[in-house]
């Protein structure tokens, strides 16, 4: 046997031995998101239970098309709350009347009223979609729904695969009236001369243009801009609560001061009217006043729903 046939021969031993020794193929099992609620991330512990015990949280993405096709989130459906709204003048961004198209809609997507729903958007990055979806969600009966920033949203891992939401059955609408301030009820409630505050936020320094014959009655106004009102969500949220139970404003970036309750009021039931120039942090407001305790609070879904005539007030 020549020397190349001998190194042939015990190459080809070494290599039968290899593959005896050899295991089975490695399998690779790919983990999917589910919510976690660590210290400080900022993930409502509501959608966090309903997970530990099995029960699925829809994630919705209420960024705009742009930055959600770019960075996408895994089993989130993209829904824009300017779905839900009229488009054009005289009342844009105002709510459409036809509630039961969009019920049926969100049938189809898995969403019904019993569902935890959980929107995220850009926080501070972005102008309040989160939260004017979330509002809107609530606003038509998904009482479950709570709203965050993308950047802090950080699923866990489980092994397994969680199957997309089922479609739900076609339900009803049954609107939360008590979330949305109308023409009519303002109306009513400047005419009450009853103290309530009407907070103004300026997005991207565009305040709203109120009518010149526009009248409050006994409002106490506040006004925010959108980056103050970010930078006290993020560093601390219950100044928002002191500011109206009661508390002077302080340095919580207000331009006008709100004054001092009567110690017979309740604070928590103070109407808390939320404007800005597009309804978009109105609704984003509103929800965190409300879960902050202040459950007279509700949104204004277009600005131009509250302009009044003279002959209103009459």
């Not at 950080?154 to 023409?183: C, H, S």
């Not at 009021?265 to 609704?283: H, K, Q, R, S, Y």
């Amino acid at each position: 046997m020549t020397p190349f046939q001998m190194k042939f021969v015990a190459l080809s031993a070494l290599v039968a031995i290899l593959g005896a020794c050899a295991g089975g193929p490695t399998k690779v099992s790919e983990s999917t998101p589910v919510l976690e609620n660590p210290a400080g991330t900022g993930i409502p512990e509501s959608a966090a239970d309903g997970q530990a015990v099995g029960e699925q949280v829809i994630i919705l993405d209420a960024r705009p098309a742009f930055v959600a096709a770019t960075a996408p989130i895994k089993q989130a459906q993209r829904l824009d709350w300017r779905d839900f709204t009229r488009r054009l003048a005289p009342r844009p961004n105002s709510l459409e009347g036809d509630l039961f198209f969009h019920t049926r809609r969100l049938a189809r997507m898995g969403i019904s009223p019993d569902s935890k729903v959980l929107v995220l958007g850009r926080g501070g990055e972005g102008e309040g979609e989160e939260g004017r979806l979330a509002w809107t969600l609530r606003y038509l009966g998904v009482t479950r729904t709570d709203f965050q920033n993308a950047a802090d949203f950080r699923p866990a891992l489980q092994l397994g695969e969680i199957p997309p939401p089922k479609e739900a059955p076609v339900w009803k609408p049954e609107a939360n009236e008590t979330l949305l301030e109308t023409r009519a009820k303002f109306t009513e409630r400047v005419k009450s001369g009853r103290k309530f505050y009407l907070v103004e936020v300026a997005v991207k320094d565009r305040d709203i243009k109120w009518p010149q014959q526009m009248q409050f009655g006994a409002a106490q106004r506040v006004r925010f801009t959108q980056s103050d009102l970010f930078r006290m969500l993020k560093t601390n949220p219950m100044a928002l609560r002191a500011l109206f139970s009661g508390a002077t404003s302080g340095d919580v970036g207000l331009t006008q001061p709100a004054a001092r309750e009567p110690s017979s009021d309740n604070p928590n039931l103070i109407p808390v009217v939320v404007t800005d120039p597009f309804g978009e942090m109105a609704g984003h407001l509103t929800l965190v006043l409300r879960d902050l305790g202040l459950q007279a609070s509700c949104a204004c879904a277009g600005p131009s729903d509250l302009f009044l005539e003279p002959k209103d007030l009459k």
